[in-house]
């Protein structure tokens, strides 16, 4: 069965530092990647996703991701982070069957 | 409607009792999905619902837990005979068609078994 890691639980970094988040996965065939983002008392949104083309996309908010085949991961990434980032972020790949499967999220803490 | 919506959004209920947990997808969106979010936890796949397709089940973590979907639209969870564990938020998701699209989440409901 397909499974998402995401390597740090909690985060806290200061405004303006840079923001990494690792994701891995366990699929071998076609995925389909997202990071989505839940703030504080908001339902959970759509930051990115991946589905074909160029492996560097680009979301919301000035965040990107990596699609890394060969090393099953689709890393997040913020250059510059603002007090509004803090959140917990997820990362989810959409295997054949349309199974939705998350990783256990990072909950980050942007100090102002 | 436009978002996914889910009722109730809160339900506190005793232990033993049986609970049922709404969810109106997106109009138009064939794919449905159950997630529960527990304190610390990242959200457990439940069940996937796919137009008239059999459910993808192998996430119900047991069989007090079950779901359906009526007319491809409005799904129910139903808890039986809940317990504390259970307590959590429970996310409903939809999604539109085959293929790779993106799922839309609701609020949530968040259940609190006493």
């Known amino acids: 069965a397909q499974s998402v890691s995401q390597h740090n639980h909690h985060v806290i970094l200061s405004e303006a530092a840079s923001l990494e988040l690792g994701c891995n996965y366990s699929?071998?065939?076609?995925?389909?990647l997202f990071w989505y983002v839940q703030y504080p008392g908001q339902h959970l949104q759509l930051l990115l996703k991946?589905?074909?083309?160029?492996?560097l996309v680009k979301g919301i908010k000035g965040f990107e991701a990596e699609f890394i085949k060969s090393k099953f991961s689709f890393n997040l990434r913020k250059p510059s982070v603002q007090w509004s980032d803090t959140a917990e972020y997820f990362c989810?790949?959409?295997?054949?069957?349309?199974?939705?499967?998350f990783g256990g999220g990072t909950r980050v803490l942007v100090k102002p | 409607g436009a978002g996914v919506s889910q009722s109730p959004s809160n339900k506190v209920t005793e232990k033993g009792k049986d609970v049922e947990l709404r969810c109106d997808p997106i109009?138009?969106?064939?794919?449905l999905y159950w997630y529960r979010q527990s304190l610390g936890q990242g959200l457990e796949f439940l069940i996937y619902?796919?137009?008239?397709?059999?459910?993808?089940k192998s996430g119900l973590p047991s069989d007090r837990f079950s779901a359906e979907r009526t007319g491809g639209s409005v799904s129910t969870l139903t808890i039986q005979r809940t317990q504390q564990e259970d307590s959590a938020v429970y996310l409903c998701?939809?999604?539109?068609?085959?293929?790779?699209?993106?799922?839309?989440f609701g609020q949530g409901t968040r259940l609190t078994v006493v």
């Open positions: 619902f796919q137009g008239n397709s059999a459910p993808d």
């Open positions: 991946y589905f074909s083309g160029d492996p």
């Open positions: 699929y071998g065939g076609t995925v389909n």
């Open positions: 109009s138009g969106h064939t794919a």
């Open positions: 998701a939809s999604s539109s068609g085959r293929g790779p699209r993106e799922a839309f």
């Open positions: 989810a790949v959409l295997t054949a069957g349309n199974k939705l499967t």
